[in-house]
């Protein structure tokens, strides 16, 4: 979706070292969904982020939303192998129940030893 | 741990051919969801139902894509016939109620000869 653009398309990272991803709206984000998929593979939900300023951690993975609720960013700390993939990020662009999410086309991240 | 199911996991067919794909939501789940993916892009919401009835089929092209949830548990997302442009990752997603948090299955990937 043009509305929402994912930055940057791709990276690699050495194993240990930190990445950010960015996600960027136009539009208020009223829900902001982190997902992780691998190759070939369906959707794995990771977090989800609904306030500005907001900010979620999981293990090593951390999600905040800026207080404007615009843009996203997903931070890992001290990459591994398993944090290799394809991460999107999914907004909710509506106050409609029925509203859809809208994908952005995904950072693919690959992990070196 | 409750998935969502879907088959087959890989079809290949020949142009100007019917294929169908299923979807099982996890269970309690009433808001089902089917998506296609394009290779490097991020998910396109095709239709989505709550129960037994369709809430959004905006962008499903309706001319070769049906899709129905009789009794509103499973799922099925028909194509006849297929062109080549359809060759995709077809997902399908569930969740509860009001919840935009989407639990996605595994996909059907999708090659069109």
């Known amino acids: 979706s043009q509305e929402l653009e994912q930055s940057p398309q791709s990276l690699i990272v050495q194993e240990g070292k930190n990445l950010t991803i960015n996600c960027t709206s136009s539009k208020t984000l009223y829900g902001l969904y982190w997902y992780k998929q691998k190759y070939g593979e369906g959707l794995i939900f990771l977090m989800m982020l609904q306030k500005g300023g907001e900010e979620k951690s999981h293990e090593k993975i951390t999600a905040k939303l800026d207080e404007k609720k615009q843009q996203s960013s997903l931070h890992i700390t001290a990459s591994q192998p398993s944090h290799a993939g394809i991460y999107l990020c999914g907004a909710d662009m509506t106050t409609d129940s029925w509203g859809k999410l809208q994908f952005g086309a995904g950072t693919q991240v690959v992990v070196t030893p | 741990e409750a998935e969502v199911a879907q088959s087959p996991r890989y079809k290949i067919t020949e142009k100007s051919q019917a294929v169908a794909f299923w979807c099982d939501p996890i269970?309690?789940?009433?808001?089902l969801y089917w998506y296609r993916q394009i290779l490097g892009q991020g998910p396109e919401l095709l239709v989505q139902?709550?129960?037994?009835?369709?809430?959004?089929d905006s962008q499903l092209p309706k001319d070769r894509f049906s899709a129905e949830r009789l009794k509103g548990v499973d799922s099925t997302l028909k194509i006849q016939p297929a062109e080549l442009g359809d060759s995709a990752m077809y997902l399908c997603?569930?969740?509860?109620?009001?919840?935009?948090?989407?639990?996605f299955g595994p996909g059907t990937r999708l090659t069109v000869t």
């Open positions: 139902f709550q129960d037994e009835s369709v809430v959004d």
């Open positions: 269970s309690g789940h009433a808001t």
């Open positions: 997603a569930s969740s509860l109620t009001g919840s935009k948090e989407q639990y």
